[in-house]
């Protein structure tokens, strides 16, 4: 068996594996349902991503009788007296109250290039000298 006594090894025989129908019908019906749940979970994260992204209840609206009141108000706060449009969030730390819940993410929209823009409009390209 050694090198010296020139014996080659015998191969083995390849042990045949028996699996049966039901076996592999099995395995494929739990890789599907894994991936069924996959799915699922992701849709219910997008479900819930539109819900969030598309919520109009996010703002309330204070209202005075008069302009002098609302100047007051803001004043009192400590926060500019001709603001019409206040960020929640200023306005929680100017009652100084912290707010627990998370900002959303949204997705950073950068401004189109001036080659997406000719094409898209089919406007004339503008030619530089030298073309």
């Known amino acids: 068996m050694g090198y010296w006594d020139k014996k080659k090894p015998e191969p083995e025989e390849p ?8 076996d592999i019908e099995k395995d494929t019906l ?7 749940k996959g799915f699922r979970e992701r849709m219910k994260q997008e479900n819930k991503r539109f819900r969030d992204m ?4 996010y703002w309330c609206c ?14 009192k706060i400590g926060m500019e007296t001709d603001l ?9 730390k100017a009652f100084r109250k912290s707010l ?3 900002d959303l993410e949204f997705a950073q929209v950068r401004p189109f ?3 997406y ?7 004339p390209q503008k030619h530089t000298e030298g073309e």
Do not use: N
């Open 117 to 123: 823009l000719y094409r898209s409009a089919d406007f």
């Open 100 to 102: 627990k819940t998370p």
């Open 62 to 75: 204070v209202c005075f009788t008069s302009r002098e009141q609302k100047e007051e108000f803001l004043k």
């Open 30 to 36: 739990e890789e599907l349902g894994e991936i069924e």
């Open 84 to 92: 019409k449009y206040i960020d929640g969030r200023e306005m929680a």
């Open 15 to 22: 042990v045949e594996e028996t699996v049966s129908l039901e």
């Open 113 to 115: 290039d001036k080659e």
């Open 54 to 57: 598309c919520d109009t209840e």
